[in-house]
């Protein structure tokens, strides 16, 4: 499996904005298809971006288009979401995770960061 480590959460105000990184090591980062969750407590974990393996392709979900953006870098080994206009809703653990680009699910997870937005 692929290890992952985020970073690059914290406080923030409305409206701000923050920048999400997940470096991974363990395998060849190119392999893998990346994706970025959230889980709000008391709430079922959501899916929010999805960047295919060569970067060329990607998902968002409703709740977040237009104000997230998923990229990746593979020669640092890195996927970032750049997360603007932040209301208090998005406040959340943010996971990222790895799919190897062949299969369905997502198997390799990070530990999450923490996403705080105040009003």
């Known amino acids: 499996q692929v290890q992952l480590v985020e970073s690059g959460g914290g406080l923030v105000q409305t409206g701000g904005s923050l920048r999400l990184s997940c470096t991974a090591s363990?395998?060849?980062?190119?392999?893998?298809?990346m994706g970025w969750f959230r889980q709000a407590p008391g709430k079922e974990r959501e899916i929010l971006a999805v960047?295919?393996?060569?970067?060329?392709?990607?998902y968002y979900a409703d709740s977040v288009k237009g104000r997230f953006t998923i990229s990746r870098d593979n020669a640092k080994n890195t996927v970032y979401l750049q997360m603007n206009s932040l209301k208090p809703e998005d406040t959340a653990v943010y996971y990222c995770?790895?799919?190897?680009?062949?299969?369905?699910?997502?198997?390799?997870w990070g530990q999450g960061t923490q996403v705080t937005v105040s009003s």
């Open positions: 995770a790895a799919r190897v680009k062949s299969l369905r699910n997502f198997g390799s």
């Open positions: 363990g395998r060849t980062f190119s392999n893998y298809d």
């Open positions: 960047i295919y393996w060569s970067g060329a392709t990607t």
